[in-house]
């Protein structure tokens, strides 16, 4: 890779979904790629990315562990080449009723969501201002303009790293580094699945938005250096927009009826 004149960037949770559509907008727009999940999906992805021209590094890595953000730092930072670009997308959901939620699962979002992506951010800002050039993509949600009941640290997980991104952003205006948050709506991926909400209105829905659709307004949206990036349908952006103004108790009473256990029958 480091013979290359490529840009070069780097992407998490790039397995599959909206991780995965990010890569490929960064493969068709001339950037070498070095790509990171654990699943054992990533060989199939990496093989669909390398098809779109360019070279494309995988690093299989769990970031709920500190040692392989450090080791996935350390891929990057070995390639020889300055990242231009990074897409901090990798994370996690789970559902149901906090009273009875798994444990394990829900600090497991704080350690993906939130832990390791502080971690992998302070690694990418460090270099990137000392260079004086670079571009931050947080794959945030709209859940993180409202709380979530029955998804309640999953959409606290996503208010902070939108709080996280906002603030960098401000921080970083004067460096040449830009940050630019992408807030999707309801997604077509296997997030649903994974998180076990599949019995409710909202996973059960037949509209989710198209993950490449997301990806490219995310990554228009990096390119242009915006601040977030309300992605999907226009009803996902208009719903994501109309959280951001609501009133909080407001706008979790509304969600309540779509991310309740269950409701996906009624």
Request: hydrophobic fraction near 45%.
């Given at each position: 890779m480091?013979?290359?004149?490529?840009?070069?960037?780097?992407?998490?949770?790039?397995?599959?979904?909206?991780?995965?559509?990010?890569?490929?907008?960064?493969?068709?727009?001339?950037?070498d790629?070095?790509?990171?999940?654990?699943?054992?999906?990533?060989?199939?992805?990496?093989?669909?990315?390398?098809?779109?021209?360019?070279?494309?590094?995988?690093?299989?890595v769990?970031?709920?562990?500190?040692?392989d953000?450090?080791?996935?730092?350390?891929?990057?930072?070995?390639?020889?080449?300055?990242?231009?670009?990074?897409?901090?997308?990798?994370?996690?959901?789970?559902?149901?009723?906090?009273?009875?939620?798994?444990?394990?699962?829900?600090?497991?979002?704080?350690?993906?969501?939130?832990?390791?992506t502080?971690?992998?951010?302070?690694?990418?800002?460090?270099?990137?201002?000392?260079?004086?050039?670079?571009?931050?993509?947080?794959?945030?949600?709209?859940?993180?303009?409202?709380?979530?009941?029955?998804?309640?640290?999953?959409?606290?997980?996503?208010?902070?790293?939108?709080?996280?991104?906002?603030?960098?952003r401000?921080?970083?205006?004067?460096?040449?580094?830009?940050?630019t948050?992408?807030?999707?709506?309801?997604?077509?991926?296997?997030?649903?699945?994974?998180?076990?909400?599949?019995?409710?209105?909202?996973?059960?829905?037949?509209?989710?938005?198209?993950?490449?659709?997301?990806?490219?307004?995310?990554?228009?949206?990096?390119?242009?250096?915006?601040?977030?990036?309300?992605?999907?349908?226009?009803?996902?952006?208009?719903?994501?927009?109309?959280?951001?103004?609501?009133?909080?108790?407001?706008?979790?009473?509304?969600?309540?009826?779509?991310?309740?256990?269950?409701?996906?029958?009624?």
């Amino acid at each position: 890779m480091s013979e290359s004149a490529r840009p070069l960037a780097l992407v998490t949770g790039a397995s599959s979904g909206i991780g995965l559509e990010l890569a490929k907008q960064f493969a068709e727009h001339g950037y070498d790629l070095i790509v990171a999940a654990e699943n054992v999906e990533l060989d199939d992805a990496v093989e669909e990315l390398r098809a779109l021209g360019g070279a494309v590094a995988p690093v299989s890595v769990d970031l709920t562990r500190r040692a392989d953000v450090e080791r996935l730092v350390a891929a990057y930072r070995g390639s020889g080449r300055a990242l231009d670009a990074a897409a901090l997308n990798a994370g996690v959901g789970h559902g149901g009723a906090f009273v009875e939620s798994d444990l394990e699962a829900e600090l497991g979002i704080v350690e993906l969501n939130c832990a390791s992506t502080v971690h992998l951010a302070k690694r990418v800002v460090q270099d990137m201002t000392a260079r004086g050039e670079g571009r931050i993509l947080f794959t945030s949600s709209i859940a993180s303009q409202a709380p979530e009941p029955f998804q309640a640290v999953y959409g606290a997980s996503k208010a902070f790293v939108q709080s996280l991104a906002m603030a960098l952003r401000e921080e970083l205006k004067d460096t040449g580094v830009t940050v630019t948050s992408l807030l999707p709506g309801p997604t077509d991926t296997e997030f649903f699945d994974r998180a076990e909400l599949t019995d409710t209105k909202l996973g059960a829905s037949d509209s989710k938005d198209d993950p490449a659709q997301v990806a490219r307004q995310g990554f228009d949206g990096l390119m242009k250096g915006e601040a977030s990036v309300f992605a999907g349908s226009l009803a996902s952006q208009a719903m994501g927009r109309l959280s951001a103004v609501t009133p909080a108790n407001v706008a979790t009473r509304l969600k309540r009826p779509m991310t309740e256990p269950g409701s996906a029958e009624e």
